[in-house]
Structures are given as structure tokens and as C-alpha cells.
């Protein structure tokens, strides 16, 4: 039996035992607790999607598949403690196969303080983007870089360097952006740090301004107008990340497209240094076809946690269904965010939907786009927004959720902030 096989029947036969903990009373009991959108979401937490100046409305209803029924277990294995002692564990909670894909369920976001916490090195548990940081010195690479864009106009930079602590960048050469129809949105994009942390790049009207952290020098890249705001990193080598070899230290390249608000098709690739390569066609894939929405945000390779921007061996990415889903204990939703995780065999599909929530404390719109993968095609990360801001973990399959990092330092209602993470991991 191949390593690969073994561990798809081990990952099995873990869902299989950890079904039977409770999960639907404690699904039951947080139900009555909390409020409930079922066949339409109500419109309070919308948010607006800064990078391209959209805002995003979930409304719906309608009929749907009931969920797969749990498997009987004679035994219930202990649920853990959560580390500050409030109860048992949130766990994400199996809804069974739906629209083709197996469908698992998160807690509300209210739950999410009481996840065990997993350590990510270079994260540490809070990450703080108040003014202030001491200015970045060259020489130091960043494992995510930050901004928040306040009402006033005024935005700021905050990198997380490799030696986790923070540090402010001065990006007073830049100008404030807008995109072609006025609507302003912050320089950098979700997408703007570069897979090994040592280049972040900076979207301008009609050009691309990028960032060497370890020389501390600027290069400025032309570009027609806006179409920087679509701009992405990608590894030049196809082999890094399929065949498990590290990139080459001038592997990631800037791809620029050449048509406004195009996510696939013709573009031209730059190097960090300006240099322009050639044109090259970036295709579009869909990982969840009957969700009937395309995905949006950063998408997540594995292995090593590269942002590429084709296929590989398990790719995740945020997405907005417009199908319903139906909930653990039957209840028909309509309009939720969900992370979509799939393998290159296309046989294994699993989603895990992020509810939004009541008012208080609910998650935003666009809530959840990933950050990256860890310990191979085991754990997803992705960033859960709200008037809080964290990075939580899923091994994907299973109900095992983690928190990884909690965002603070910005104002929920006043700050726009906007994150970019490098491969986390060995580099």
C-alpha cells in the first residue's frame, strides 16, 4: 500500500470515529443560542470588498438535500478541553455530501476564542498593527505583510517579519489609488507579497510598485491603467510545488493582466526586478463547479504553501456558493462563505462553510479568504474576518479546527485592512 493510500484510509477512518461526539446535540444546543438565517441572510454584517471596491449581499432561499445521517457508534471518544478552560472544543461538524462535494460546517465565530491553539513558526499568536512599529530594516524577509487604510484617508504598512515581530515600511512615494470608476481601495492586494517573502508589490494607477526587503530598494514597473489592481505572484518553475522541490531563489514572477479585471487569460510576467519576460495565459478553474459562483481571493497550493496560479496536487481558494446548502440538524441556508480544498484527482472535494452568524460578533462578507497549507495537503489556513480578525486552521476531512493568530491593532468600522501571507514553512 502506497504512503498516499495509507494516509487517505487513515484520514477515512478518523471521520468515521470522530462522528460520534456529540457533534449534533452540541450542534442542537449552539442552535438554540444563537440567531439563525435559514431562508434568507440578513444584510447587517455586509462588508466591503476594498481591493476592487465591490460590496457583497447574501440574500436567497429554497429547497434543498437533506444531509447524510451520521453513522451509528457504540463508543464516544472524549472531547478535549478547551485551553482556557471555558468547556469543550468547537469542532466543525459534518453535514454529509452535498452538490458533490462533503460538506462540514464551522462554528459561529463567537466560538472561535475557544479553538486550541496551533503554532505556525514565524506567526505568533497576536499580531498587532497599531502605529508605531519600528521601521523595517533591509535584510529582514516578511512572512505577511499588512495594510489599514483609516477614514481619513491615511494608510499604513505593517510587515511581519521572518523573526515574527512587526515592523512599519514607509510608502510615502506611493499615491493613493483608485480604480476606473473612482472607487478607492488600498495599494496592496491580498495577493501582493511574494511567495518567499522577500518582495511585496504595491498597486498604482499605471504601475506596479515593488519592494526588495532585503536590499531596501524600490523598482517601479509600467503598466497600463488599473490593471496592476489585478496583479498576482506566481512560481516561474512548474516544478516547484508538483514535484516537492524548493523554488529557485528568482522562481517568482509577477503576473500583470493585460485586460481590466480579467482573473485569467493574457498577461504579461515580470521579474521582482522589473524585467519583462514574455506574455504568458493564465487559466481560470473552477474547484467547485456546481457551487455555481467562481472562486475569488488568493488561491492556495500544496505543497510548501505556494500561491500559484494553476493546478497541483491540493489547491483551496474562498468561494461564494449561490447553491443552498443544508446545515448539521436539516436547515436549508442560503448565502455563506465556504473554503473549497481539492485534490488533483478531482475525486476528493471537501468544503468547509463559514456561518455567518447574528450581529454581534458575526463574520463579514467575503470573510475567509485562505492563506496557505501546512504539513502538506493536511491543513488548511484561512483568515476569518470580522469586528474580530484571525487566521484559524482545518485539517481538511475532519472536524479538528485550530486557531493560528489573532489580527488587533485596527478599528473595526472606520479601518480597511487588507492581508498578504508568503509560503508558510520551511523556504
Request: glycine share 12%; with cysteine.
Amino acid at each position: 500500500m502506497s504512503e498516499q493510500s495509507l494516509r487517505d484510509l487513515l484520514r477515512d477512518r478518523a471521520a468515521e470515529v470522530e462522528e460520534a461526539d456529540l457533534a449534533g446535540a452540541a450542534w442542537a444546543r449552539a442552535r438554540r443560542t444563537r440567531q439563525r438565517r435559514v431562508t434568507a441572510v440578513a444584510s447587517a454584517a455586509v462588508v466591503a470588498v476594498v481591493a476592487s471596491g465591490a460590496a457583497v449581499v447574501a440574500t436567497g432561499g429554497g429547497d434543498g438535500p437533506g444531509p447524510t445521517s451520521p453513522t451509528p457508534q457504540t463508543t464516544t471518544p472524549p472531547v478535549p478541553t478547551a485551553t482556557a478552560g471555558t468547556g469543550p472544543v468547537p469542532h466543525a461538524v459534518r453535514a454529509g455530501r452535498q452538490h458533490g462535494a462533503e460538506i462540514w460546517w464551522a462554528p459561529e465565530k463567537s466560538a472561535e476564542v475557544a479553538l486550541p491553539v496551533r503554532d505556525v513558526d514565524g506567526v505568533p499568536e497576536t499580531i498587532d498593527l497599531s502605529a508605531g512599529a519600528p521601521p523595517h530594516r533591509p535584510g529582514m524577509t516578511a512572512t505577511a505583510a499588512f495594510t489599514v487604510l483609516a477614514e481619513d484617508g491615511q494608510e499604513r504598512v505593517v510587515l511581519l517579519g521572518s523573526d515574527a515581530s512587526t515592523y512599519s515600511l514607509d510608502t510615502s512615494r506611493l499615491d493613493p489609488v483608485a480604480d476606473e470608476g473612482g472607487n478607492r481601495f488600498v495599494s496592496l492586494g491580498d495577493q501582493g507579497l511574494a511567495p518567499d517573502g522577500r518582495h511585496v508589490f504595491f498597486r498604482q494607477v499605471s504601475s506596479l510598485e515593488v519592494y526588495d526587503l532585503m536590499t531596501g530598494k524600490w523598482t517601479s514597473i509600467d503598466t497600463p491603467d488599473w490593471v496592476a489592481e489585478g496583479a498576482r505572484w506566481q512560481i516561474e518553475s512548474a516544478a516547484a510545488g508538483l514535484g516537492g522541490e524548493p523554488p529557485a531563489a528568482d522562481a517568482a514572477t509577477i503576473w500583470v493582466p493585460e485586460v481590466l479585471g480579467e482573473e485569467d487569460g493574457p498577461g504579461t510576467v515580470y521579474r521582482p526586478s522589473g524585467q519583462g519576460l514574455r506574455t504568458d495565459w493564465i487559466a481560470h478553474y473552477d474547484l467547485w463547479e456546481a457551487a455555481g459562483a467562481e472562486p475569488y481571493g488568493p488561491q492556495a497550493l500544496d505543497p510548501l504553501g505556494i500561491h500559484l496560479s494553476g493546478f497541483g496536487p491540493a489547491t483551496a481558494q474562498q468561494m461564494f456558493p449561490t447553491v443552498e446548502l443544508v446545515d448539521p440538524d436539516g436547515a436549508r441556508v442560503m448565502g455563506a462563505d465556504v473554503v473549497v480544498t481539492r485534490d488533483q484527482s478531482f475525486s476528493n472535494l471537501s468544503v468547509l462553510v463559514l456561518p455567518f452568524g447574528g450581529a454581534d460578533g458575526a463574520r463579514w462578507n467575503a470573510c475567509c479568504p485562505v492563506v496557505g497549507w501546512l504539513g502538506g495537503p493536511e491543513t488548511v489556513l484561512l483568515e476569518s474576518h470580522g469586528n474580530e480578525w484571525r487566521v484559524l486552521g482545518w485539517d481538511v476531512g475532519t472536524r479538528r479546527l485550530w486557531r493560528v493568530t489573532e489580527v488587533v491593532g485596527w478599528v473595526p468600522g472606520q479601518d480597511s485592512v487588507v492581508g498578504s501571507w508568503a509560503a508558510l514553512g520551511p523556504r
